[in-house]
């Protein structure tokens, strides 16, 4: 029972590090919330947009890869699948005419990427449209799924337009604090208005007095200026707050607009206010004659390629796993363990190894050449001592001059010395013998 509770601990114990090390950690299986796609029937999603323009004629487009890919001619037509399309339109990729409008919702939860945001650069030069909703000003439930750790810093780089925050003003006066609590608190509902000059509101706003958008949770303001010295014009501001939430630009021939709310074009807010009569508005100026909508449904995570995050979530996979854990966990435990018998150990006899490992190199060294060696060893050790070079010479001379040197062992060694260097036959346990008495009168 003992051994059995161990292999199911270890068992364990190794599942636990495989997953913690290994396994892509996914979300939980709550509730998901709606997402801003075009097949999203939730409050958050882009059905009922979808829906309104094919109603109305409108060639509708489904991005369902990078935007490098979708904006060459010779990728989207090697690619079909590249984006699904509501009706039939000349071309799989953008043709250099323009005249098409991009619709993304920011934050992505796939980051563009740098060829991306070169790509779709040169697309709104050539005379395209880039509409970015983006979820400066609200935040919406979906946001928190999303990779907006740095969100300003995306949609700068993808509308080439540089976000600042507006500062709230410091004041110590009661009201005041009091106010900006009921701000908090109050509907999160929020109003957008156009600018007004004296030539009226811009096109893209005629016959809209306002703007619905939503926020689920609170939001900084922002102020945007650009980055490429291009003009930019402010086109909407807050009804609460008198900032700015919608901005123009242009970039070569195309134009880009972002507004501070992701929410407007949302199935929760497409019909209220003027919300569907702003976007007719901006496809009646900015379609061209052969041109599309696009919906960017890439970014939020429906895509025609790989995807390791789509790939990990799907729940068949987990069905699998779960399932080879089950067999190889019951394999574990449920495998009895055969005791191993333990063997005798031989006591180790260094005698025979020293006689085996003799043996050997008795058998593969001629006994005059391991004589030399023995004896150049033996003369190494004394030039050694001597601080001279250790090349194997002899040093009859200074052997000569020891005192404590037998004169007829060193006689002996210089016989078998001779004999060891022509090649002839010698003792090699005698010589042995000699060398070591010969150290040990030199010690």
């Known amino acids: 029972m003992k051994e059995w509770l161990v292999s199911a601990g270890l068992a364990l114990a190794a599942l636990l590090l495989f997953w ?119 935040t919406p439930k979906w946001s928190a799924l999303a990779y907006s750790s740095d969100l300003h810093q995306q949609v700068e780089r993808l509308a080439r337009l540089k976000f600042t925050v507006v ?7 009661p009201d005041k604090v009091s106010g900006f609590l009921d701000a908090a608190l109050a509907e999160p509902v929020v109003a957008l208005e156009p600018i007004t000059t004296v030539l009226g509101p811009h096109p893209f706003f005629t016959g809209v007095e306002s703007v619905s958008a939503r926020s689920d949770l609170p939001a900084s303001r922002w102020q945007a200026t650009s980055t490429t010295g291009a003009p930019v014009l402010e086109l909407a501001r807050r009804r609460d707050t008198g900032d700015a939430a919608v901005w123009l630009t242009t970039l070569g021939k195309g134009r880009v607009m972002v507004s501070g709310f992701a929410t407007p074009l949302s199935n929760e807010r497409i019909g209220v206010a003027g919300n569907a009569r702003w976007l007719g508005n901006i496809l009646a100026q900015t379609l061209g004659p ?23 979530a799907d729940p068949r996979l987990h069905h699998a796993l779960w399932w080879i854990v089950l067999v190889w966990f019951a394999f574990v435990v449920g495998t009895p363990h055969l005791r191993q018998a333990p063997a005798a150990r031989a006591p180790i006899d260094d005698a025979a190894m020293l006689r085996m490992t003799a043996r050997f190199y008795a058998g593969a060294i001629a006994a005059p050449t391991a004589g030399v060696r023995l004896i150049e060893h033996f003369f190494n050790s004394i030039r050694r001592r001597r601080s001279l070079r250790e090349d194997g010479r002899p040093v009859w001379e200074w052997l000569e001059a020891q005192a404590r040197i037998p004169r007829a062992q060193l006689d002996e060694l210089k016989a078998v010395h001779a004999r060891a260097s022509a090649g002839r036959s010698i003792d090699l346990v005698r010589l042995q013998t000699l060398l070591s008495n010969l150290s040990g009168h030199l010690a």
């Open 20 to 138: 913690a090390l290994l396994f892509p950690k996914v979300g939980g299986s709550g509730e998901t919330p709606s997402l801003p796609i075009s097949t999203d029937r939730g409050g958050a999603g882009y059905l009922a947009l979808d829906r309104w323009l094919l109603a109305e004629k409108v060639p509708v487009v489904h991005w369902h890869h990078r935007y490098s890919a979708q904006m060459n001619p010779a990728v989207a037509a090697a690619t079909p699948a590249a984006g699904t399309e509501r009706r039939p339109t000349p071309a799989a990729a953008p043709g250099p005419a323009g005249g098409d409008v991009l619709i993304t919702t920011m934050p992505h939860r796939a980051p563009v990427r740098r060829a991306e945001q070169e790509a779709l650069a040169e697309w709104v030069g050539r005379g395209n449209t880039l509409l970015v909703m983006a979820a400066l000003d609200d």
């Open 290 to 312: 052969q041109g599309r909508v696009i919906l960017d449904d890439a970014h939020q995570g429906v895509v025609d390629y790989y995807d390791p995050q789509a790939f990990f």
């Open 167 to 173: 500062e709230p003003k410091k004041s110590d006066d």
